[in-house]
């Protein structure tokens, strides 16, 4: 089955056109990124060129995906957007609220126990406005999208940071909040600042125990967390076009990782081969005759340096396997190195679980590799030392795998937990027995993030990312400094064996196949359908719409907290058990910034309330400004907010009374996610402005009353002694955001507009 076949055509069909008139504006050749925003102008055919990194650019996006913790807030804010229907193909998916404890089916019976409400709602939700709806152990949002809807060319947002995923089969795929995807969902432009281009030229060819994943990681290692950010990353060269098409999506998946906008490449065999694998002939004989304009022209790829912002060039010939870690994705070592560096860093050696999944390496590829390395001890009488975990990507995969006997190979480990088809552990949502203790300790997997905390909610996990083979390697020795290439095992019978090389099929043999995918297909008419949220639920809450701005200085604001070092929306709005209030506002705010640490005093979700000398919890501390009417403002490092998309990060603050947000510098999604809900979201002149800021600041914006484009704001910090200082903060604001501030979010001026269609 194909879906939207009508929707893909129609875009196939004014390609070249719309390319004809961006070459026209452009004057020079066009990489891939570009033919994809200029063939998706919000206005038509482009009359103008945009300036990298300034212009601010309105895009029609073809599809919106959402998955089930955001779609929450996301479609309870649609829900006051006043229309009847989705505009763009839109669906969501249930793959975030299952937790991994025991295995697949008494988890997935556990969270159908405790999540009905939610799921009910979900469900009843895109039936009345035409969603498409992904049941719970259907799989992961990012898997489920690249075997069903990506297509090369295409442009589609998410509400996660992975919906870069889909770049894998050439789409410019973004991860947003969800008021971006209620406009888009509502019929609206969806607005962009124009990319800077960061090309990655891949010679040579992956070999050994090397794979797509490392690719990845060597990237994250060059680029670090913040490299990638206002930027498209586009891959190509030989290197590129002899990756398979899931190894595309997960390089283009942990594009996350290094703040890139998304992550994209040229449409090629291995997408053929995958889309027509997936049951998508039709799109692979609808881009077939466009295929000139979903690549790079070879102008740019011969001479990219002209071309490309910043250009990194890899030999897959001469990449060997990397571990990234701990608690942070950018912090690459070569696994040859992992010995002496863990040992001068004081990390455990000793590993007790080993996971694979997540909707980073969760495909029938990944499996099979993974799978070959467990066959391959097995036959030598080898038993892994550490717990091997397994999140099949989708349930087509996970039959698929099953039929095929690669799930009863990981069973032949005895202590192998095979999970639900969901994302688990990698977003937090693993019951790991004795993770309370909070004892040092090391795990590795396959995942996207490891922050602290993230997998299991201790704090003391020294988390490392590298591929499924790697993962299943390391299980088996139960050591982290475990390179497979050098090393040899004992055996049962006190030999010594080494592991051989890797291998896998880059497609079933004998084709997909699944029973039941889990899809539900909306209602042709929604109209009927009712969608209750009681009053009394903790876990749902409809919204209420924020103030409108007053037009007035802000004026006698508190210091909430002076944040120090990173502070991701992991920090600013935990995710593990707190996933259970993503539809209820209120309740989620109970975790606002907890996990941040307090400059003054170290410690996390422990900050001084101005109002009575004593200290209390973050989110506590806020609810007495709000009930006092004081305003507050929440001051941060570099980077801040970097991670995943969740705009709870931003809604939260709003909806406590949190006025401003003032940081050395933003992650992308989280600066515009703050602009979308009516905040401020401000960055120092002066870096080094952050030291003057002292637990006991009070502040006055001076110049907030004649907020515009361009022009910094001036704020008055008055010191618990009287003395005071007069700072400048910049701010990235259009007319158009500017008029969301004054409205009192962006979701406000829809739903005039609405009224007043």
């Known amino acids: 089955m194909t879906f939207d076949i009508n929707m893909i055509k129609k875009v196939y069909e004014r390609y070249p056109e719309r390319i004809a008139a961006a070459r026209q504006v452009v004057q020079k050749p066009l990489t891939l990124a570009e033919k994809i925003l200029y063939a998706h102008l919000w206005q038509g055919n482009a009359t103008e060129a945009y300036e990298r990194g300034n212009s601010y650019v309105d895009f029609a996006p073809d599809r919106v995906a959402m998955q089930d913790a955001t779609a929450q807030m996301a479609l309870l804010q649609f829900m006051q957007a006043g229309k009847a229907k989705v505009a763009v193909p839109s669906t969501v998916h249930a793959d975030h609220l299952i937790q991994a404890k025991i295995g697949a089916d008494k988890d997935l019976q556990e969270a159908l126990n405790k999540n009905n409400e939610v799921f009910n709602f979900l469900s009843s939700i895109c039936n009345k406005y035409g969603i498409g709806f992904w049941k719970p152990g259907a799989g992961i949002i990012h898997q489920v999208v690249l075997e069903n809807y990506a297509f090369p060319g295409g442009m589609m947002i998410g509400t996660d940071s992975h919906t870069v995923n889909a770049g894998g089969l050439g789409m410019v795929a973004v991860g947003v909040g969800g008021a971006d995807a209620v406009d888009v969902m509502a019929g609206m432009a969806w607005e962009l600042k124009m990319p800077k281009l960061i090309g990655v030229k891949l010679t040579g060819k992956l070999n050994g125990w090397t794979s797509a994943k490392d690719v990845i990681l060597k990237v994250a290692g060059i680029l670090t967390v913040k490299g990638g950010t206002g930027a498209i990353v586009e891959y190509f060269g030989e290197g590129a076009v002899s990756l398979s098409a899931t190894g595309k999506g997960t390089i283009c998946n942990m594009g996350a990782e290094i ?66 870690g701990p608690f942070t994705p950018d912090l690459a070592t070569p696994v040859a190195e992992m010995r ?47 717990i091997l975990g397994i999140n099949p990507g989708s349930e087509q995969v996970r039959y698929t795998a099953e039929r095929d006997g690669l799930i009863d190979t990981f069973k032949k480990f005895e202590n192998a937990r095979i999970f639900t088809n969901a994302c688990g552990p990698c977003i937090g949502q693993w019951d790991r027995e004795g993770a309370e203790k909070q004892e040092k300790n090391s795990i590795i997997h396959s995942f996207n993030r490891n922050f602290a905390k993230r997998a299991d909610g201790n704090p003391n996990t020294h988390a490392f990312v590298a591929s499924p083979e790697m993962v299943a390697a390391v299980a088996i020795s139960g050591r982290l400094d475990f390179n497979p290439i050098t090393d040899t095992l004992t055996n049962q019978n006190g030999e010594q064996v080494k592991l051989d090389e890797p291998k896998g099929s880059e497609l079933p043999a004998k084709g997909f196949d699944v029973e039941d995918n889990g899809y539900q297909a909306p209602a042709e008419d929604g109209s009927a359908v009712q969608v209750i949220v009681s009053p009394t639920s903790d876990r749902l809450q409809l919204l209420e719409p924020f103030s409108p701005w007053d037009g007035k200085n ?58 009575t000398g004593e200290y209390g919890e973050v989110p506590a501390v806020q609810r007495v400004y709000k009930a006092a009417g004081v305003p507050s403002i929440v001051v941060g490092d570099q980077n801040y907010g970097e991670g995943s998309s969740r705009e709870h990060a931003a809604m939260e603050p709003r909806h406590l009374g949190v006025k401003a947000v003032l940081v050395k510098s933003f992650a992308r999604i989280h600066e515009t996610n703050l602009k979308k809900q009516g905040m401020l979201a401000l960055t120092f002149v002066n870096a080094e402005d952050y030291d003057k800021i002292q637990e006991d600041d009070t502040f006055d914006f001076l110049n907030l009353d004649s907020f515009a484009p361009n022009t910094p704001l001036q704020i008055l910090i008055t010191h618990a002694d009287g003395t005071t200082d007069t700072i400048l903060a910049n701010h990235t604001y259009n007319e158009q955001q500017i008029g969301w501030f004054r409205a009192g979010s962006a979701l406000n001026l829809i739903a005039e507009e609405a009224k007043k269609a």
């Not at 027509?276 to 022209?297: F, N, P, Y």
């Not at 099979?368 to 550490?386: F, L, M, N, T, Y």
């Not at 600013?572 to 058990?577: D, E, H, K, T, V």
């Open 259 to 324: 703040g890139a906008t998304t992550s994209t490449f040229g449409y090629d065999d291995s997408m053929r081969r995958y889309l027509a694998a997936t049951g998508r002939q039709e799109v692979v004989d609808a881009a077939d005759k466009i295929a000139e304009h979903l690549t790079g022209d070879a102008e740019v790829y011969a001479e990219p340096e002209k071309y490309f912002d910043q250009v990194i060039e890899i030999n897959l010939d001469e990449l060997t396997p990397h571990l990234n």
């Open 340 to 386: 002496d560096k863990a040992i001068a860093n004081d990390w455990p050696l000793d590993i007790e679980w080993a996971l694979i999944g997540s909707c980073t390496n969760s495909s029938y590829e990944d499996l099979s590799r993974a799978a070959s390395i467990v066959e391959d001890a097995v036959a030598k009488g080898v038993k892994p030392k550490a």
């Open 554 to 611: 802000i004026t006698g604001a508190k210091l909430l907290i002076k944040a120090e070092g990173k502070c991701t929306t992991d920090h600013i709005s935990m995710a593990g058990p707190w996933l259970k209030y993503r539809g209820h506002l209120d309740n989620i705010s109970n975790n606002m910034l907890i996990g941040a640490v307090n400059f003054f005093n170290k410690e996390t979700n422990r900050v001084k309330n101005q109002l």
